[in-house]
């Protein structure tokens, strides 16, 4: 391997030019003061003191900072190349555990031939959420996804949850699995978006049937998810019966999430509290107007939760009256509200 080769294979261990250069000079001379290595390489004396020190941490050399003048000590290479590959060693389960968890992300779309792995992508996907799931999956195979869905309400995630194959007065234990669970006595199709950008959609019979033929997608696609949620929300939704709504959240807190902040400030409203928003976004229809407010929720127009208030099914809006007036305010892509939201803030005042 020549010099250049050596330096590249170098490069990918994280080296920099210099550093590269300081390394070599050093395998060369074998121990050497830095006044030496520095004139030798092409570098300030300065930089060998702080090239060393890291070249020590991580095994390349040794400083002998107790003799005078201080001395650099190229460690032998084997002892190099086994220190690396015993960090690679100790790197790779845990590379391993999360290229497992991504591995939907990696393809924009994927066709699944079982039910089986139908169930595995939606244990992975829900897994992985941030800020929102979707799901509409037969109340039968619920146990299958229960722990990975109770995991997601835990840290924060908002979960709408339909349930399909049951009676909606069914005694079907739902307990925190969902944020809100509908159930609906008849089939749909397994639906399932996480945090607008990745999900799957499988054709009924495909969970249902043992000998069915369909195929599921799977897809890691911004522009997709958003279309899935308003067919979830839009389609079904509203056809299934609410049968569980988790309790509200502590106050204060921020919302990404906008149907999120719509759903806890609803369960607040309806609790009888009176609840202030303090939100950052854009005008929709001005260029010049305030781009945060902050002032008292005294509407809100939404569908997650029954009753609906909406006039559409998949409106979510909070009405907001601040300072500079009253102002409806709507998620991400907001076309009919006053005010487009980022984050959302809300207290109890």
Not at 98 to 126: G, H
Not at 310 to 328: H, I, K, M, Q
């Amino acid at each position: 391997m020549d010099d250049a080769s050596l330096a590249d294979m170098l490069e990918r261990f994280g080296f920099s030019d210099k550093e590269v250069d300081t390394y070599l000079t050093i395998l060369e001379l074998g121990e050497a003061k830095a006044s030496t290595i520095a004139d030798e390489a092409g570098v300030s004396k300065r930089y060998v003191y702080s090239i060393a020190e890291k070249l020590d941490d991580r095994g390349f050399v040794e400083v002998n900072d107790h003799a005078v003048p201080t001395t650099i000590r190229a460690n032998p290479p084997a002892d190099v190349v086994e220190t690396l590959t015993s960090d690679l060693d100790d790197m790779r389960p845990a590379l391993e555990s999360r290229f497992s968890r991504a591995a939907p992300r990696s393809e924009r779309f994927e066709v699944v031939k079982s039910r089986v792995t139908v169930l595995k992508r939606v244990s992975e996907l829900v897994a992985r959420a941030e800020t929102e799931v979707t799901l509409g999956i037969p109340y039968h195979l619920l146990d299958e996804v229960a722990d990975e869905l109770r995991a997601a309400v835990e840290r924060g995630v908002l979960v709408l949850l339909i349930v399909t194959g049951v009676e909606p007065g069914t005694d079907a234990e739902l307990s925190g699995l969902a944020s809100v669970a509908r159930a609906w006595d008849q089939p749909m199709p397994t639906m399932l978006t996480v945090d607008y950008e990745a999900g799957l959609v499988a054709p009924a019979e495909m969970v249902t049937r043992s000998n069915s033929e369909a195929q599921a997608i799977v897809f890691a696609q911004e522009q997709l998810g958003p279309v899935i949620v308003g067919s979830f929300l839009g389609n079904y939704w509203p056809m299934a019966a609410e049968v569980y709504t988790r309790e509200p959240a502590d106050l204060p807190a921020t919302y990404e999430d906008f149907r999120h902040a719509v759903f806890q400030a609803t369960l607040h409203l309806r609790a009888g509290h009176d609840v202030a928003a303090r939100v950052a976004g854009r005008p929709v229809h001005v260029d010049d107007g305030p781009t945060e407010l902050e002032g008292q929720i005294v509407d809100v127009r939404q569908g997650l939760l029954e009753p609906s208030t909406n006039s559409f099914p998949v409106e979510n809006t909070l009405v907001v009256t601040a300072e500079e007036g009253t102002f409806s305010v709507g998620g991400g892509g907001a076309f009919v509200e006053d005010f487009e939201a980022d984050t959302v803030e809300l207290s109890v005042l």
